[in-house]
């Protein structure tokens, strides 16, 4: 398969990782299984229009989405009602949708699992016209997560 990496350079695992070192171990996990990769590094202002760009391509049959529940997100939004796959590389703080499907947390062995392993199908809906996989909140549940949003954290 041909996959299209996006990685949110400011995701919360991606900031402390060298990330150089692991686009080599990325590209070499998935070329060893058969696949092709190309692989764009973003601040996280750009994951929505590089996002865009790997979605466009046609020759792209997965986009790899790295980073956090934002980045997955987006990267699920955008692919709903296409037929590319998503492959979710946990490297944000809570990785709450990745822990829901039992994605491995570490990075490499979430990148084993994508050469190795199948494609699922996974539910997703809409609230206002907005897509979403994971959780949809509302009232103070919804409040908190913005004010979280703007707090630092790493991982």
């Known amino acids: 398969m041909k996959f299209?990496?996006?990685?949110?350079?400011?995701?919360?695992?991606?900031?402390?990782t060298d990330i150089s070192a692991f686009s080599d171990r990325m590209r070499q996990t998935l070329e060893s299984a058969g696949?092709?990769?190309s692989i764009d590094i973003v601040a996280g202002k750009d994951v929505v229009e590089t996002l865009d760009n790997a979605v466009s391509r046609r020759a792209v049959d997965v986009v790899l989405a790295g980073g956090g529940d934002?980045?997955?997100?987006?990267?699920?939004?955008?692919?709903?009602?296409?037929?590319?796959?998503l492959a979710i590389l946990?490297?944000?703080?809570?990785?709450?949708?990745?822990?829901?499907?039992?994605?491995?947390?570490?990075?490499d062995a979430a990148l084993k699992s994508f050469a190795d392993g199948e494609i699922i199908?996974?539910?997703?809906a809409t609230a206002n016209g907005q897509?979403?996989?994971?959780?949809?909140s509302i009232g103070m549940h919804a409040k908190m997560v913005q004010l979280r949003q703007?707090?630092?954290f790493g991982s």
């Not at 934002?70 to 796959?85: D, N, P, V, Y």
């Open 35 to 37: 696949h092709s990769l």
């Open 90 to 107: 946990p490297a944000g703080t809570m990785n709450l949708f990745a822990r829901g499907l039992g994605i491995p947390q570490s990075l």
């Open 4 to 16: 299209a990496a996006v990685l949110n350079r400011d995701g919360g695992t991606l900031r402390t």
């Open 150 to 152: 703007g707090m630092e």
């Open 131 to 136: 897509p979403f996989v994971h959780q949809f």
């Open 70 to 85: 934002g980045t997955i997100s987006a990267a699920a939004a955008r692919l709903m009602g296409k037929k590319k796959a």
């Open 121 to 124: 199908a996974v539910d997703m």
